[in-house]
């Protein structure tokens, strides 16, 4: 199993995920879920008829609705949010089966984090799409290592951006790479002209150094 019994799963994604038919397959598992939606799906609130869209909220505002049944089929019921946040051009429209609506909305807001460690994952670096493992216990072995791999991976990039390193690893005016991309880089260039490797596994404060060739 990769997810332990008992253990309590929210379901963050984007309009991808917003089907009825993977909200309730979802919902069958016990989870809950916050799914970005389109604004021109149609939802019945009260019996009555419409679509998202009605929720439009100006900049800087949030609304919501409770107890809607999304789609023409009336799945539901569930909670419908409209986010319109000042640093964005437009707004936000999110579907969720969670009481608190302002908690699914900080949920939610993880999605960007956890979307840049699963790309870090896949194709920005180690690939593990590339894998094909489906076998359930195996998978869970490959993203444990995966992960310890990725904290260490970012370990050499605080290594790298604390020393001289970063100016010889990319532009020295400015560092446009994470720390994730900085430390492969790092690793690559150690193992390239048989450097050693940093000692170390977690970021320590202070930050850790490394001498640089």
């Known amino acids: 199993m990769l997810v332990p019994a008992g253990a309590e799963v929210v379901v963050l994604g984007d309009a991808e995920f917003d089907g009825t038919d993977v909200q309730a397959l979802i919902t069958s598992f016990g989870w809950s879920y916050v799914l970005r939606t389109t604004p021109t799906l149609c939802m019945t609130v009260d019996g009555y008829e419409t679509y998202v869209d009605v929720l439009k909220p100006a900049r800087g505002e949030w609304v919501g609705v409770r107890g809607a049944r999304l789609t023409r089929a009336e799945y539901g019921p569930v909670q419908v949010m409209a986010i319109w946040e000042e640093a964005y051009e437009r707004g936000l429209y999110l579907v969720t089966t969670m009481e608190d609506m302002k908690e699914a909305l900080a949920l939610y807001r993880k999605r960007a984090q956890i979307e840049t460690f699963f790309s870090d994952q896949k194709s920005r670096g180690f690939e593990m799409e590339r894998s094909h493992v489906s076998n359930p216990q195996r998978l869970s072995g490959l993203l444990l290592a ?60 202070p930050s850790p150094t490394c001498s640089v060739r």
Request: proline share 3%; with cysteine.
């Open 146 to 205: 995966s992960c310890l791999a990725y904290l260490w991976v970012v370990y050499l990039g605080v290594c790298a951006k604390g020393t001289q390193w970063q100016q010889r690893l990319h532009r020295q005016d400015r560092c446009d790479l994470s720390l994730f991309r900085l430390g492969l880089r790092l690793l690559a260039r150690c193992l390239k002209d048989t450097i050693p490797i940093p000692d170390g596994f977690l970021v320590t404060s």
